[in-house]
């Protein structure tokens, strides 16, 4: 099963914490992208990683695609209430294919 | 910045009647995407298009569905007979590369909420 597992499911957290979402499968991704969802809209573009090992930073949000390219994950630092939202990871298997697997979503709430 | 639309943003139909769901794709691109979100579920693959053509789709993708690029700017899904487990966001996206090992980086449009009564 092509999977991509994102956790937590849900976080809470107050306004200046700091907190990582990670996303994980079993099989190699060519990239991966990691989207933020508001209700009723379509995702919205973050970043793409493509490199293992690569770390990219967005303002207070750093992105890591694993070494093996299986996983990664989004730190967000002292984070705001603006943060709040859904965040998926969505990846394109290194297998030729060009779909999109998305994760199951990280739903971050975070309280001032 | 360029971005991809689509239209209506709602549409509520009678079971068994054919939808037509309308997407414009950012315009440099050459690949173009379908995929759903039922409520409160993951966003789900359904078809990719490129060249005319379909390039690969997913088990949901049967034949009551169909895409097509009428027209240089326009893509389109078409669902034949609409059953009431169609109900879900329906989103475009489009993207320049389709190949595995280059960035693979697709932009999605704000999606068409498909009511089945």
């Known amino acids: 099963t092509q999977l991509l597992e994102q956790s937590p499911q849900f976080l809470s957290i107050q306004e200046g914490e700091n907190l990582t979402v990670y996303c994980n499968s079993s099989?190699?991704?060519?990239?991966l992208q990691w989207y933020r969802q508001e209700p009723g809209e379509g995702p919205v573009l973050l970043v793409t990683?493509?490199?293992?090992?690569e770390v990219k930073k967005l303002k207070r949000l750093t992105f890591q695609f694993g070494d093996a390219r299986k996983d990664s994950s989004l730190h967000i630092t002292a984070a705001q209430p603006g943060d709040t939202g859904l965040y998926l990871c969505?990846?394109?298997?290194?297998?030729?294919?060009?779909?999109?697997?998305f994760g199951t979503g990280t739903r971050l709430k975070v309280l001032a | 910045e360029p971005e991809v639309t689509q239209t209506p943003s709602h549409q509520v139909t009678q079971m068994g009647q054919e939808v037509i769901l309308r997407c414009v794709p950012i315009?440099?691109?050459?690949?173009f995407y379908w995929y759903r979100q039922i409520l409160g579920q993951k966003v789900e693959f359904l078809v990719s298009?490129?060249?005319?053509?379909?390039?690969?789709k997913s088990e949901i993708f049967d034949d009551q569905f169909s895409v097509e690029r009428p027209d240089g700017s326009n893509f389109t899904l078409k669902i034949r007979s609409t059953k009431l487990e169609d109900s879900a966001m329906y989103f475009c996206?489009?993207?320049?590369?389709?190949?595995?090992?280059?960035?693979?980086?697709?932009?999605f449009g704000p999606g068409t909420r498909l009511t089945v009564l």
């Open positions: 315009s440099n691109h050459l690949y």
């Open positions: 969505a990846g394109v298997m290194a297998s030729g294919t060009y779909k999109y697997i």
């Open positions: 099989s190699v991704f060519s990239s």
């Open positions: 298009f490129y060249n005319n053509e379909i390039s690969e």
């Open positions: 990683v493509v490199t293992g090992g």
């Open positions: 996206a489009s993207g320049t590369s389709g190949r595995a090992g280059r960035t693979d980086t697709q932009y």
